[in-house]
């Protein structure tokens, strides 16, 4: 997700490449989602399913996927879930055991179908243990390419995932007057390693100096994001440890569509001018945590 600076932030002149950003994990998702139906079909019947996810509950991009995954496989398969925790545990002796943990869980349950989601499990379950098995696998959350994993092996499938950068930075120059300096902010994973030398060859290729900052906690984030405010745009991927930083929007545009519009750009919630105090802190509360709701706004 890219910002620019808010005193250029215009939502009708930016829709466009926001909502390429906000729809493209839903789009992915979906057709992944399609190819493990298709490829259900094809083998007739699944009566178990397993779902592995290299991280845990409670981060934000893994609980979407799960989400996707058991509105697509529950009530038609018996359902197991696995959670490799790799986030919070980067120590690559433990993801060789959590790897182990999972072949273990495979070979004594035997599920018909295993579905996988981001690099760690497509790392160190598939290429670790299942290379042309017999049981198959389906891959998502992977990005760019698939090749330090060996794929494609006989029993595996599954959607690579590539983020337009190009475009993006095209729409950044054409709208952002002042475009010469930005920053990338993301969380601390291999994931978010890997987009970020894709976003540095391309910002080099057109002459944008990329700074950069991963980070391991939204305690974290928040100071990169602070920090951020003198750069001229800003590209923000998922934060650190599941934990989303609200963003709220205060515009003078009081026109029908406005709240609709600051939701495509990546705002969370939106104020329009005058408001009061009170209204201020009624949208605050709606979105701090609980710990911090009783706090006197003055």
Known sequence: MMYMKRSQFRPEQNEEARHTLRSSFSARLLLVLLLLGMFLHQTVLAEKCLYISSYHKGYAWSDGV????????EGKCEFKQFDMDTKRNKDLEYKKAKGLE???????????????????????VIQAHYKDHTIPFVFCGVNWTVK?????????????????????????????????????IGA?????????ARFQKATERVGI???????????????????????????????????????IALTA??????????????MDDYLSKPFSQNDLQAVMKTWLPEKDKEIDFV
């Open 66 to 73: 799960e989400r996707g995954v058991r509105s697509v496989l």
């Open 102 to 124: 999972a072949k273990n869980l495979i070979d004594s349950w035997q599920p018909d179908v295993v579905i996988t989601a981001d690099d760690n499990a497509a790392k160190f």
């Open 148 to 184: 330090e994993y060996g794929f494609p092996y006989s029993n595996v499938t599954g959607m690579v995932e590539i983020a337009p950068i190009p475009p993006l930075l095209d729409k950044v120059i054409a709208l952002q007057e002042s475009h010469e300096r930005a920053i990338y």
């Open 188 to 196: 601390n994973t291999l994931t978010e390693t890997k987009n970020l």
């Open 209 to 247: 100096q990329l700074d950069s900052r991963l980070v391991n906690t939204a305690e974290e984030w928040l100071v990169a994001y602070r920090d951020a405010q003198k750069y001229d745009f800003i590209i923000r991927n998922r934060e650190s440890d599941g934990i989303h930083i609200p963003i």
């Open 253 to 266: 545009d009081v026109q029908k569509g406005v709240q609709e519009q600051c939701s495509i750009a990546g």
